[in-house]
């Protein structure tokens, strides 16, 4: 389960809008007592009889269903010495009812992929499943009992107590979490804005049950949640099971309690510092904003894109350009109630806080004196309208996305936010952030005292009904093909091509919206010839989103979302039919035509260097960097090879834009490679653009593929204390002598889903979370070569530095017990289901399908290694999968890091690995 902290400015119509239509509404007819409610572009509102509202978004482009539940409450409707409250129920509502009494397992056996987040004003739970009507039957049931009939017990809550804290824990290792934390209480004087969702250590440990119990029985039922079913199913017989599941329920007698607290005017500017131990500086300013419904909510959320965005924003061009800060943050925390603008600068260690303090500070409260330019309020609507269409075309988001609109009051709130973004000008949003970016209303400088103090007094948001009364819903004009992603279908669709030394795999269907995906991977050096180079290649490649010859990275930026281009840059994009031509060829050039900025290059050298240092003593980094350092084998400078933080850092000093240079016109070129493109586009325009673009551009380096192989060392146990860290870290690895193709590999690979990659329903997350509370997330990872014999079993966890030796005990014996006693027939049954349900659902992504093409078409195979591969693990039976494990996983080999306060370690007795 995750947390919801905060979100962007545009989060009502951007994050907020993962939709799919349908055409104009189909006929049926309703089940007794229900009441049919507002349509809007596909999706349709019903009520019950008990005051459950029902949206219906039915969508077959996609083999996928969502269900999601929202519950109006959220960590704003906790009382004192309750906080936290909303997101551990949210942790206990995966415990069990009576009917489904293990639902994590139930959920893996059907390949199911899940999860619950709370926020200030909302909870919410969704599952994404494979469309059947088993599945879609079984998840409604399972929300309708859950949502009044959860076990919420005495002996759920002492374990999952501990999960949570270790969550909290976890959370107090980020700076910047932490300082968002005392942002929100530094600010707030009443308001429960003020309160984070994590809640408060004390409140988390000492919460009885008895509250959590009166808490859900209160905000737990059908009048104050919203059921929301997207995708692929029959809307009169979803009804009629909704209508059946949920219908049962009463409509509760109780009232929910009224909310009257109103946070003042803040009458003058508020200071505080967090002193920790750490790696970076950060300056953060928050600004008192109305209520999402309020007018000026919009033209807030355009100040904020201009001011925040990353290369265009104001901000950016003034600290990060000019060297005084790393990166710039902008979001809000706000909601149903007045929140928080946050406006923040990260600093490199050592360097001046002061000067940037007051230049984001002068930057912020001198906007409305500097209205937004033409292009800057072109660029964010352009940029938020390219967001809402590449939402748009993803059913599978909707359930998350309409939760926030569902907890301001009305989900079609949405697509009013839409609507209404050509309507605000430069002057609304120069005037809102003349009424509240001023100093009395910051929080972030020294109290003084003054006659005339600068108060921004934040005025009530309009009702729900006031907003909505003149909106009119459209119709969705979007459709697309009914795709069959098996590998049969996906092999009969696709041309293989070869254009010189590259592969091409050309899969054209019908999309939503037109949408296209391109995969580029690229081939060149060799063992020799890339001696030494590792920085300096990945520098080059960090370079090339910079500038061109064309372009400056503000332009390619601007370039890039004229062009609807979406993704990591030349290799990898999203784009729509239109425009496939101009954004290859825009890739392409970027590709071929870098200019290498001597700005951007001290520019990206100087982040590279704060990154690194950030990292030097976060315990998972620490930990993970030291497993990888001793199991290296490579002499120094070898590609392979790994690199401690300080020669990371002495590296990235020492790099110097003329070895960017050098590497480019030595290396780049097109001579080996693989591209696929899969989506709404013409196969022959297509293959046109690639034969002009890179025809000819052949590297000068030699190549040929670098091999992998293990190191053969000797199990390490180490202990690496990381002091000041509330949170540890716990990994191990294994070497295996395994290759994709060994008979063995799909029976590991099943095991290793049981045992620890399966989420939470894992026999790893069963001990070390269900069962005794010690870490809030681990697993366990397999790895097999795909030309070589170099393989790999991983496990790692987090905990509280004071139950790392429990954590590596439990592990310890969870392991010993699956060589042991092997698995059982239910786990390999439930395995099988999960995983190859979990395989098909990530072939319906374009993205996924041109990623895996690339993949195979570099290892000179099909689809069909996928069909082979599957039908293997449906054949295999839990003897097998317990051989292969016991065979392949001796303790005796395991080598075990461990990272953690060493002080507060020993409260709980040194790790094994640290004696």
Excluded at 99 to 127: C, K, V
Excluded at 240 to 256: D, E, H, N, Q, T
Excluded at 755 to 778: E, T
Excluded at 852 to 865: C, D, I, K, N, V
């Amino acid at each position: 389960m995750s947390m919801i902290s905060f979100k962007p400015r545009f989060g009502a119509t951007v994050l907020l809008a993962g939709l799919a239509f349908l055409p104009p509404a189909y006929s049926q007819t309703l089940p007794h007592g229900v009441v049919k409610g507002p349509s809007a572009e596909g999706i349709t509102e019903y009520r019950l009889p008990n005051g459950l509202k029902v949206l219906l978004f039915p969508d077959a482009s996609k083999p996928t269903v969502t269900v999601n539940v929202t519950y109006l409450v959220g960590s704003r409707h906790e009382n004192y010495g309750e906080t936290g409250m909303a997101h551990l129920l949210e942790h206990l509502m995966f415990k069990g009812a009576p009917r489904n009494r293990n639902i994590p397992q139930q959920f893996a056996e059907r390949g199911m992929d899940f999860n619950g987040t709370t926020s200030l004003d909302r909870t919410n739970y969704y599952e994404v499943f494979q469309a059947s009507p088993e599945n879609l039957k079984w998840a409604l049931d399972m929300e309708a009992e859950r949502m009044t009939k959860s076990f919420i017990s005495r002996k759920d809550l002492d374990s999952e107590m501990t999960v949570v804290r270790n969550e909290y824990e976890s959370g107090e290792n980020d700076p910047f979490g932490v300082l968002v934390k005392r942002m929100q209480s530094v600010a707030y004087d009443w308001h429960s804005y003020g309160r984070s969702t994590i809640g408060n250590r004390s409140d988390i440990e000492n919460v009885r049950i008895e509250n959590l119990q009166a808490f859900y029985r209160t905000w737990y039922q059908p009048d104050n949640a919203v059921l929301l079913v997207a995708g692929k199913f029959d809307p009169s017989q979803t009804l009629a099971w909704i209508s059946k599941s949920f219908g049962v329920i009463p409509k509760p007698k109780r009232k929910l309690p009224p909310f009257w607290t109103v946070e003042p005017a803040q009458d003058g500017e508020r200071s505080f510092t967090v002193r920790r131990k750490g790696d970076m500086q950060i300056v953060a300013v928050a600004y008192k904003i109305p209520a999402a419904l309020h007018a000026d909510a919009d033209a807030l959320g355009f100040m904020s894109d201009i001011l925040g965005d990353t290369p265009n924003g104001r901000l950016h061009k003034a600290l990060v350009e000019s060297g005084k800060a790393a990166q710039i943050y902008s979001f809000s925390l706000n909601g149903y109630a007045p929140g928080l603008q946050v406006l923040a600068a990260l600093v490199k260690a050592g360097e001046p806080v002061e000067p940037v303090r007051e230049q984001l500070v002068a930057a912020i409260e001198s906007f409305a004196a500097q209205p937004p330019t033409a292009e800057e309020m072109e660029r964010v609507r352009r940029n938020v309208s390219n967001g809402i269409e590449k939402a748009l075309n993803d059913p599978q988001q909707v359930g998350v996305a309409l939760s926030e609109q569902i907890a301001l009051g009305d989900w079609r709130l949405l697509f009013k936010g839409r609507d209404d973004l050509e309507k605000v000008t430069a002057q609304q949003v120069s005037e809102a952030a003349a009424r509240y970016l001023k100093r009395d209303n910051r929080t972030v400088g020294l109290f003084v005292p003054e006659d005339a103090p600068q108060r921004a007094d934040i005025p009530a948001a309009p009702s729900v009904a006031e907003v909505m009364k003149d909106f009119k819903g459209k119709d969705s004009v979007l459709t697309s093909e009914v795709f069959d992603p098996s590998q049969a279908n996906i092999m009969a669709r696709t041309e293989l091509k070869t254009l010189g030394g590259l592969k091409l795999a050309l899969l054209p269907k019908k999309n939503r919206g037109e949408s296209v995906s391109v995969e580029l991977r690229l081939h060149w050096g060799d063992e020799k010839n890339m001696f030494g180079k590792s920085l300096v290649a990945t520098a080059t490649a960090q370079m090339l989103m910079r500038g061109s010859s064309q372009y400056s990275r503000a332009q390619l930026a601007d370039a890039f979302s004229r062009l609807k281009m979406s993704g990591s840059g030349p290799y990898q994009f999203d784009t729509t039919r239109p425009n496939l031509e101009q954004a290859l060829r825009l890739a392409l050039h970027v590709l071929k035509n870098p200019s290498f900025p001597e700005a951007e290059f001290e520019q990206m050298r100087q982040q590279w260097l704060v990154s690194i240092e950030a990292a030097r003593n976060d315990p998972q980094t620490v930990a993970t960097q030291a497993l990888e350092e001793y199991l290296d084998h490579y002499p120094k400078g070898d590609p392979r090879a790994a690199m401690s933080i300080d020669e990371q850092l002495a590296g990235v000093k020492a790099l110097k834009l003329a070895d960017v240079k050098a590497y480019y016109r030595d290396f780049y070129g097109a001579s080996h490679g693989e591209l696929a493109i899969v989506g709404d586009f013409d196969k022959a325009t297509a293959v046109k653009v690639v034969e002009e673009e890179l025809g000819g551009w052949l590297s000068k380096a030699a190549y040929a593929r670098i091999p992998n192989s293990n190191s053969g060392k000797a199990p390490l146990y180490k202990f690496i204390d990381t002091p000041d860290k509330e949170n540890g870290f716990y990994t191990a690895h294994i070497e295996l002598d395994l290759n994709k193709d060994d008979a063995d590999y799909p029976a590991l690979e099943l095991a290793n889903y049981i045992f620890g990659d399966g989420g939470m329903k894992s026999r790893l997350l069963d001990r070390i979370r269900q069962k005794d509370g010690l870490s809030y997330g681990g697993g366990s990872s397999l790895t097999a070569g795909e030309k070589d014999r170099a393989g790999g079993f991983s496990v790692m966890a987090i905990a509280a530095p004071q139950n790392l030796k429990k954590l590596e005990a439990a592990i310890r014996e969870e392991l010993a017990r699956a060589a042991k006693d092997g698995f059982t027939a239910a786990e390999v049954a439930g395995a099988k289901s999960g995983l190859l349900q979990l395989r098909l659902q990530s072939r319906s992504k374009d993205e996924v399908i041109a990623a895996a093409w690339t993949r195979y078409l570099y290892l000179g195979q099909t689809f069909e290694r996928s069909a082979q591969h599957e039908a293997k693990l449906k054949a295999l039976t839990p003897e097998q999968v317990s051989a292969a494990f016991r065979k392949a996983i001796e303790l005796g080999k395991l080598s075990v890091v461990t990272a953690g306060d060493k002080a507060k370690a020993a409260a709980g007795g040194a790790p094994n690995s640290a004696k």
